[in-house]
């Protein structure tokens, strides 16, 4: 579905390069998460992705143009104009002039925003303000949602029912998801692959592997919370990979 190839970028056009040499795959059905210290890179990587930037070297083959982006601020709240959530996604879905008018009543019991379609979109909580804006991003059906840190200014109970609509579409609508990340509980819990960016290089691993590479570096639970259900649940399964390679040897 998509395709990174020896891809260099830098603001200047020239080294240093703020990415280098990143090479990735992404296939249908991919839930990837981003991750990786503030300033390094993923969301310039999610930007190049999107086409808002250009490569200084190496290429981007995307094999869809169905691809839906859910920027970090989608907070409705401050809205002034007196707008429900039927009625911006309504409007969105004729900007795409899209023909079916029952496409906004398909993607608000998606979100389970039903119920919510004809509250104004300034009356909305963070978390409802965050699924209407993934249910602006499902109109049409897209075969890629790029997101970036959608739990940025969700309080906890909101942020799980997020990531558990991410993994819904994902697991159960067949969508693929790529999302740059800061929570990295939920995407340890939630994601098929975790793409690591450290001093401009990247790498794909499986969230046990990548759990396990952070216990090996740090000797510290990757998400800061020792009793945290993800964490043992993510590090169980990596200790009983590891544990079944060393028997295979």
Same mark, same amino acid.
């Given at each position: 579905?998509?395709?990174?190839?020896?891809?260099?970028?830098?603001?200047?056009?020239?080294?240093?390069?703020?990415?280098?040499? %990143?090479?990735?795959?992404?296939? &249908?059905?991919?839930?990837?998460?981003?991750?990786?210290?503030?300033?390094?890179?993923?969301?310039?990587?999610?930007?190049?992705?999107?086409?808002?930037?250009?490569?200084?070297?190496?290429?981007?083959?995307?094999?869809?143009?169905?691809?839906?982006?859910?920027?970090?601020?989608?907070?409705?709240?401050?809205?002034?104009?007196?707008?429900?959530?039927?009625?911006?996604?309504?409007?969105?879905?004729?900007?795409?002039?899209?023909?079916?008018?029952?496409?906004?009543?398909?993607?608000?019991?998606?979100?389970?925003?039903?119920?919510?379609?004809?509250?104004?979109? &300034?009356?909305?909580?963070?978390?409802?303000?965050?699924?209407?804006?993934?249910?602006?991003?499902?109109?049409?059906?897209?075969? %890629?949602?790029? %997101?970036?840190?959608? &739990?940025?200014?969700?309080?906890?109970?909101?942020?799980?029912?997020?990531?558990?609509?991410?993994?819904?579409?994902?697991?159960?609508?067949?969508?693929?998801?790529?999302?740059?990340?800061?929570?990295?509980?939920?995407? %340890?819990?939630?994601?098929?692959?975790?793409?690591?960016?450290?001093?401009?290089?990247?790498?794909?691993?499986?969230?046990?592997?990548?759990?396990?590479?952070?216990?090996?570096?740090?000797?510290?639970?990757?998400?800061?919370?020792?009793?945290?259900?993800?964490?043992?649940?993510?590090?169980?399964?990596?200790?009983?990979?590891?544990?079944?390679?060393?028997?295979?040897?």
């Amino acid at each position: 579905m998509l395709s990174i190839q020896h891809l260099y970028f830098s603001y200047q056009g020239q080294p240093p390069y703020v990415l280098n040499d %990143l090479n990735v795959e992404v296939h &249908s059905g991919d839930y990837i998460s981003i991750v990786g210290d503030n300033g390094s890179g993923k969301s310039t990587l999610l930007r190049l992705i999107l086409g808002f930037l250009t490569p200084v070297k190496g290429s981007i083959t995307r094999n869809t143009k169905n691809i839906r982006y859910v920027s970090q601020k989608n907070d409705f709240s401050h809205a002034g104009f007196p707008i429900t959530v039927h009625e911006i996604l309504d409007s969105y879905r004729k900007l795409l002039k899209i023909k079916d008018k029952h496409e906004v009543s398909r993607v608000l019991e998606l979100t389970h925003m039903t119920e919510f379609k004809d509250r104004l979109i &300034s009356k909305l909580s963070g978390g409802q303000a965050q699924r209407v804006s993934i249910a602006r991003a499902l109109i049409g059906s897209p075969d %890629l949602i790029i %997101l970036d840190e959608p &739990s940025t200014g969700i309080d906890r109970k909101s942020q799980e029912g997020i990531y558990a609509l991410l993994r819904s579409l994902n697991q159960e609508h067949h969508i693929t998801i790529i999302s740059v990340e800061h929570n990295l509980e939920m995407a %340890l819990a939630n994601s098929t692959n975790i793409y690591h960016i450290a001093n401009g290089q990247g790498h794909l691993c499986s969230p046990e592997q990548y759990a396990c590479e952070i216990m090996h570096n740090t000797g510290c639970n990757p998400v800061g919370h020792e009793n945290c259900s993800c964490f043992t649940d993510v590090t169980a399964q990596a200790h009983d990979t590891t544990s079944k390679e060393v028997r295979h040897v």
